[in-house]
């Protein structure tokens, strides 16, 4: 149990481009999501924390006009890079969690490259 | 800020071997800690957890205590085989917000 995907598994596309990355619960309701970054050989980095039907809660120095963040319903939460440039090519993860509990479940993660 | 340190890998052992990964915290107040493991090609699992001193968490053979004198939360494993090859991420939580903050991971290669 507690599953969750992401899609696409790895996505390239021309700087300027938007993308955008879809985070599922397949077996229970998330009611927090949380979107990472994780760079070659460092750690995951938060970027924002989600609460469906609310606005995202970003970290600082994570820019929300770019990282669009979307919860639209307890199973869902989309990430969408706006006007992608190189600098943003990533690894990022999701994760959900339910109930106000501290354990988070991980989705496999997206690699975004921006040519 | 509140921050995690954990040992640079890679670290190959042989099978059966004895593992030790170090984990260090700093944090303003008393965190959960938190051992998660990525196997190749999956998401993040959590492997086990201790929300306060002295708490051992243990799952699958691997075991790590929550020492706030010393700010650790070593994991620590008797044998490990082959098929633990993975990275390991040390986490800490602050009770009121539920965000993990992670350690850089050290990856872990046991060959047969």
């Known amino acids: 149990g507690a599953v969750v995907s992401q899609h696409p598994s790895w996505v390239i596309c021309k700087s300027g481009t938007s993308v955008k990355i879809e985070c599922r619960s397949l077996?229970?309701?998330?009611?927090?999501m949380f979107w990472y970054r994780q760079f070659p050989k460092q750690s995951l980095m938060l970027m924002a924390t989600?609460?469906?039907?609310?606005?995202?809660?970003?970290e600082q120095g994570v820019e929300k006009d770019k990282f669009l963040i979307n919860h639209a319903s307890l199973t869902l939460s989309t990430l969408t890079v706006t006007s992608a440039h190189p600098e943003d090519s990533s690894f990022y993860i999701c994760s959900a969690s339910y109930g106000g509990t501290d354990t988070q479940y991980f989705g496999p993660g997206t690699r975004l490259t921006v040519l | 800020g509140d921050s995690v340190t954990q040992m640079e890998g890679p670290v190959t052992l042989s099978e059966e071997a004895f593992l030790t990964i170090n984990c260090t915290y700093t944090?303003?107040?008393?965190?959960?800690l938190f051992w998660y493991v990525q196997y190749p090609g999956e998401g993040l699992q959590l492997l086990l957890k201790a929300t306060k001193a002295d708490d051992k968490g243990s799952n699958k053979g691997f075991e790590a205590t929550y020492r706030k004198e010393t700010t650790s939360f070593h994991l620590e494993k008797g044998s490990v085989q082959v098929s633990d090859s993975a990275v390991y991420f040390c986490?800490?939580?602050?009770?009121?917000?539920?965000?993990?903050?992670f350690g850089s991971g050290t990856r872990l290669l046991v060959r047969p």
């Open positions: 986490a800490l939580m602050m009770d009121s917000s539920y965000k993990l903050i």
């Open positions: 989600s609460n469906e039907g609310s606005k995202a809660t970003y």
């Open positions: 944090a303003t107040g008393y965190p959960s």
């Open positions: 077996d229970f309701q998330a009611t927090t």
